[in-house]
Every structure is written in structure tokens, then in C-alpha cells.
């Protein structure tokens, strides 16, 4: 299976710097998982597009996958409370 490529909108930067460090960190590295595999078993296909969730702790990490190029957007991340606004 091929790596797919991450690609982060700036909204995502600025909502990861605005996150502690060691959460942060761990966001990261769900993040980095995902390119070997973009569908894990812990994620949730939303119902809008073609989203999918994956839960970090008490953040959620949004995402929609571009199978033809092998990129995954990574579209917003938050606190579970707010990301889905």
C-alpha cells in the first residue's frame, strides 16, 4: 500500500499552536499514522462530504481523503466540544 501525503489547512496551524505541547505532540503523531493508513479503525466517517474523525483524548482531528492523488486534507482540529461547529 502506498504512504499517502498530509497536507493541513492554515486554520490548522493556527488551532495546533493555540493547543498545549503535549497534546499537541500526541495530535501530531495520530496525524503521522494516518499516511500509512488513512482509514483506521478508530476513525468515523462523518456525514457531511467526505469527512472522517479521529478522536485524540479529548480532540478531534477532522480530515477528508483524496484517494487519486494520495493526499489526506487535514481540515480542522479542536476540542471535541467546538471542532464540529
Partial sequence: ??????EFTK????????IGKRDASRILK?????????CPASCK???DRELY????????VVY????RR??????KVGDRRDVYR
Fill in 30 to 38: 495520530a496525524i503521522d499514522r494516518l499516511e500509512a493508513n488513512p
Fill in 64 to 67: 477528508e481523503i483524496f484517494d
Fill in 53 to 60: 474523525r479521529i478522536r485524540v483524548g479529548n480532540y478531534r
Fill in 70 to 75: 494520495l493526499v489526506i486534507m487535514i481540515v
Fill in 11 to 18: 486554520s490548522v496551524r493556527k488551532d495546533l499552536k493555540k
Fill in 1 to 6: 500500500m502506498e504512504r499517502y501525503s498530509l
Fill in 45 to 47: 466517517k462523518l456525514t
